[in-house]
């Protein structure tokens, strides 16, 4: 297969992902009396990434690793696109995929541009379009080009990590197999590179076998997920907003853990939450104008913004003396973009004095304000029984 | 011992040599600079021939432990024999394996070889698994998922990583086979212990060819330590 892949600015890619299916496979070791996987049977549709998560011994990385026959099923077969990966070399099979794995896996002792150009150089691109590619793929996964010519141990976790991707993905390849990718980070940088991960992928859609044992970033980073438990058997196959709602059975919800209606939290975007109107207000506006539109706000705090509509801080009535509001004054804002996920939002929210986050859009205007309190409606699940938000309230705060 | 000291009688002392004022510093077998620069050209064979077998040495070990280690990097079943095999060889004491090897290969430079490649071996062929076995198993793994054959992870992954440990199998081994081929003299093939053990009381005689060896291992030394540092750009980058 040749690759017509161009430099593209992270726009829709070249080559179209590919679909995966694991249809009944089943993976023997000699000498173990039990199967390490039973019989593994899920379908992972184009550019959706597929989350295999569950309790070490479960088999999910033996099960990520049979897709480039890093490791032979014992029975059964893995279908890429329809067609069985045994069709093809291993070797030939491996360039087509991307791989990332936890320790990085970078060469030591290849420059972060050699290391990036592996696939492409074993491929016999033209050193010009690897050049070319390599800054490409830099600049997407959000390292300075001037990284290109240091060595991995020159990098931190997060920045060794990013090459990682960035080699995996440099001939853009239709399926992309990742193990633990993001656990060996701390959890500061690991949220962030989540995230990264998560609008890479939606420019690049890629169709993606993810391994973790941790169900928050399974919830998070998955389109679907399979649950296994121990002995290589799959307990549920759900997106994550069903494996939150319905777990298929005890192990699930036990692994899904107590917390699942605050995991759903997780889920969501601060964009998809009804957002309440600010009272917006400048340095230097007439006092008495404020009181009055404050009267008719939903949010009883005026926010203060700038000329560009950035927000500035948050009055609150003691602020509301003398004829005019005087520079400076005020409490700080949280701000929240639109596209972060819930979770992450509530927890700026409640960080703050005032239990009201701004949310605003990639330029950084004030769209609306985030309360606690509409997190907490979202909290309360579907159903005929409406739970109060006090107690989802409750909830939380324990 | 005698019957091989009597054979070597291209270098006798010449005592007769140099002005009438260093007669009595030669007499007394002290330290005689001006005998040393007068002399200093009788040794430059025996130096010759001492790098010639020092280097023929190395290569030809440096090619057998290589060899070998690499078919057991793969089989590992294989490593306890051959560190067993070249650690009785390594134990063999030099001149007894000298006057061994005399009734089959005859006294010369196969000789000298035959022996002094034998110990090369266990120290090359050791670091050389040592170095094949530190490699960060997740760079091999990334290679072998990334689509490069076993031999591309050899060569391109593995023997990169492991040049250090190599380099300094090396590194020992050429220190060591320069001292030992002084010995070489006993089973004929020349180098520096012919001077040396044609005049063991004379100081400027031992001091100079001495001198000679101790500065022929430093440079070997030197070059195969230049060339790691050439080969291996990485392992002086800085850490982040």
Known sequence: MTRTTKPDDGGPTATPAASLRFDAVQKRYPGNARPTIESLSIEVPAGEICVLVGPSGCGKTTAMRMVNRLIEPTAGQILI????????????????????????????????????????????????????????????????????????????????????????????????????????????????????????????????????????????????????????????????????LSPADEFVEQFVGADRALKRLALGRVRDLELEEPTRVRYGDPVAGVREALRRAEVPYPLVIDADGRPLAWLDDDDLHGERIADGIGSEVAVVDRDDILRDAFSDVLQHRVQYAAVTDHRGVVIGILSADAVARELAPPGPAPVQPAEAHHGTGA | MSLVLAQSGGFVRDRSAGASGQDACVARDGVCPSWIAENFDRYVEPL???????????????????????????????????????????????????????????????????????YTLLIIFRNVITGLDGVPADAVDAARGMGLTDRQVLWKVEIPLALPEIAAGLRIAATTT???????????????????????????????????????????DLLVLLAQRLLTPWTRAATA
Request: proline share 6%; glycine share 8%; charged share 20%.
């Open chain 2, 178 to 220: 320069v001292g030992l081929a002084t010995l070489a003299f006993f089973a004929g093939a020349g180098g520096l212990g012919d001077p040396i053990y044609a005049d063991l009381t004379f100081k400027s005689n031992v001091l100079v060819a001495g001198g000679l060896c101790v500065l022929l291992a430093v440079v070997l």
């Open chain 1, 81 to 244: 696109d329809g067609r069985p990966n045994t069709e093809r070399a291993p070797a030939d099979l491996r360039r087509e995929i991307g791989y990332v794995i936890q320790q990085t896996g970078l060469f030591p002792h290849r420059t972060i541009a050699q290391n990036v150009a592996t696939v492409p150089k074993l491929l016999g691109w033209s050193t010009d379009r690897i050049a070319a590619r390599t800054t490409e793929l830099l600049e997407l996964v959000g390292l300075d080009p001037e990284f290109a010519d240091r060595y991995p141990a020159q990098l931190s976790g997060g920045q060794r990590q990013r090459v990682g991707v960035a080699r995996a993905l440099a001939v853009d390849p239709p399926l992309m197999l990742m193990d633990e990718p993001f656990g060996a980070i701390d959890p500061i940088t690991r949220e962030r590179l989540q995230n990264e991960f998560l609008r890479l992928q939606a420019q690049v859609r890629r169709t993606i076998v993810f391994v973790t044992h941790d169900i928050d970033e399974a919830i998070k980073m998955g389109d679907r997920i399979a649950v296994m438990r121990p002995g290589g058997r799959l307990a549920q196959y759900a997106t994550p907003a069903e494996l939150l």
């Open chain 2, 48 to 118: 010759q021939r001492h790098v010639l077998l020092t280097v023929v040495a190395l290569v030809i070990g440096f090619t057998i432990s290589f060899a070998l280690a690499l078919l057991a990097h793969r089989r590992r079943w294989l490593v306890t024999p051959i560190v067993q095999l070249t650690g009785i060889l390594y134990t063999i004491p030099s001149l007894a394996l000298f006057f061994l090897l005399l009734p089959l290969t005859g006294r010369g430079f196969l000789t000298a070889e035959i022996a002094l490649v034998s």
